[in-house]
């Protein structure tokens, strides 16, 4: 099985600040990734897919790269509505999720 | 507007069990895969099981494979997850997530969610 680490788990930042989470995978998995927002009580809402590619009503302030078996997601100026936890996806080899990174105020 | 509504979520005990249904609308759902991914209390996300369009290909997660099915009626616009054998270890709130694409595994809508108790 695919195993996907997080880090860090928890994060303390600012309104305005830039943010990275990173997300490593335990073998390749091509582009086969996405990054998703979940808050509480709330369904996640997908962000990312295949890496780097946006979805449909994502702000441009969050970008994806990576490759193989490390990936990023930046908040290039955190903003309010981004407190929330984020979650990789792999989707090379059925799906694993990371086990999630809460994004705090500072 | 895509909507994804569960249902079939409950409480019931250690070894019975459930069978979670997911109305679909808003888009064609025979051309799009569809998954059940599920959250413990206070824990992340878990894919548990996904289907193809057509349904002729289902996945599941080790954790739920041969006590799990995960089926689709087109005609319906409805995908299910029969679930046998419940354990504790099942208790999570299950989201229904539709596929980009028609043997996707990245989600682009998701439910509401449905909680499924296990406990005695």
């Known amino acids: 099985d695919i195993q996907m680490t997080q880090s860090p788990s928890t994060l303390s930042a600012s309104v305005g600040d830039r943010v990275t989470i990173t997300c490593r995978a335990s073998?390749?998995?091509?582009?086969?990734l996405a990054w998703y927002q979940q808050k509480p009580g709330k369904a996640p809402k997908l962000l990312i897919h295949?890496?780097?590619s946006l979805e449909s009503g994502v702000p441009s302030r969050f970008s994806g790269s990576g490759s193989v078996t490390e990936f990023t997601l930046t908040i290039s100026s955190l903003q309010p509505d981004d407190f929330a936890t984020y979650y990789c996806?792999?989707?090379?080899?059925?799906?694993?999720f990371g086990q999630g990174t809460k994004v705090e105020i500072k | 507007e895509v909507q994804l509504l569960e249902s079939g979520g409950g409480l019931v005990q250690p070894g019975g069990s459930l069978r979670l249904s997911c109305a679909a609308s808003g888009f064609t759902f025979s051309i799009y895969a569809m998954s059940w991914v599920r959250q413990a209390p206070g824990r992340g996300l878990e894919w548990v099981s996904g289907?193809?369009?057509?349904?002729?290909?289902?996945y599941y997660a080790d954790s739920v494979k041969g006590r799990f099915t995960i089926s689709r009626d087109n005609s319906k616009n409805t995908v299910y997850l029969q679930m046998n054998s419940l354990r504790t270890e099942d208790t999570a709130v299950y989201y229904c997530?539709?596929?980009?694409?028609?043997?996707?595994?990245?989600?682009?809508?998701w439910g509401q969610g449905t909680l499924v108790t296990v406990s005695s």
């Open positions: 996806q792999q989707y090379n080899t059925f799906s694993t």
């Open positions: 289907i193809s369009s057509s349904g002729g290909s289902t």
């Open positions: 997530a539709k596929g980009r694409g028609s043997s996707s595994r990245e989600f682009d809508y």
């Open positions: 073998q390749s998995i091509d582009s086969w």
């Open positions: 295949d890496v780097s």
